[in-house]
């Protein structure tokens, strides 16, 4: 099954990377090339990518993955723009590393909300601790040093992580 699951991803990424190039969608020559090049790379990453990463291939998994993309992923990135340059602009800011606690199961959950935290401007993380269920994150403004949760620094993102995640 990883092998499937790396294969259609390279392909997939192959054909959005080679498509309209000359002139037509796909060439022949472009499909078999993607074909043999995906195989290769399928090949030599199937033990790296695992069957973990099949459960991405779910449809309905799919969805609710750009769902969260266009909707709270979005939203949160151009709140933290403002929030960014306003602090810019005003000069109010507070940087600081805060341990943000989280309710996490797994490696795919912390990725997912490490990775959210990291593209919304203002935050960065630094280091995810699963035994301590925690998350160290670079804020521009600290307004908790001990936050008791995960709310004040990635908002509604460690809800979709949980269920992106499982």
Same mark, same amino acid.
């Given at each position: 099954? &990883? *092998?499937?699951?790396?294969?259609?991803? &390279? *392909?997939v990424l192959w054909l959005v990377l080679t498509a309209g190039t000359k002139g037509m969608l796909w060439s022949p020559e472009e499909v078999v090339a993607g074909i043999m090049f995906s195989a290769i790379v399928a090949y030599s990453t199937k033990n790296i990518i695992g069957e973990k990463t099949a459960r991405f291939l779910n449809p309905i998994r799919l969805l609710e993955f750009i769902v969260y993309s266009?909707?709270?992923?979005?939203?949160?990135?151009? =709140? $933290?723009? *403002?929030?960014? $340059? #306003?602090?810019?602009i005003t000069g109010k800011i507070r940087p600081g590393i805060v341990r943000v606690p989280v309710e996490l199961e797994n490696d795919a959950q912390y990725t997912i909300l490490s990775n959210s935290i990291t593209l919304t401007p203002g935050?960065?993380?630094?280091? $995810?601790?699963?035994?301590? =269920? $925690?998350?160290?994150?670079?804020?521009? #403004?600290?307004?908790?040093?001990?936050? =008791?949760?995960?709310?004040?620094?990635?908002?509604? *993102?460690?809800?979709?992580?949980?269920?992106?995640?499982?």
């Amino acid at each position: 099954m &990883s *092998f499937i699951a790396a294969f259609v991803w &390279s *392909f997939v990424l192959w054909l959005v990377l080679t498509a309209g190039t000359k002139g037509m969608l796909w060439s022949p020559e472009e499909v078999v090339a993607g074909i043999m090049f995906s195989a290769i790379v399928a090949y030599s990453t199937k033990n790296i990518i695992g069957e973990k990463t099949a459960r991405f291939l779910n449809p309905i998994r799919l969805l609710e993955f750009i769902v969260y993309s266009i909707g709270p992923l979005f939203w949160g990135m151009v =709140k $933290a723009n *403002f929030d960014v $340059a #306003y602090r810019v602009i005003t000069g109010k800011i507070r940087p600081g590393i805060v341990r943000v606690p989280v309710e996490l199961e797994n490696d795919a959950q912390y990725t997912i909300l490490s990775n959210s935290i990291t593209l919304t401007p203002g935050t960065l993380t630094i280091d $995810a601790c699963p035994e301590e =269920k $925690a998350l160290y994150v670079h804020w521009i #403004y600290v307004k908790e040093e001990e936050p =008791k949760s995960s709310e004040p620094v990635s908002g509604s *993102f460690e809800k979709w992580a949980r269920r992106l995640g499982r």
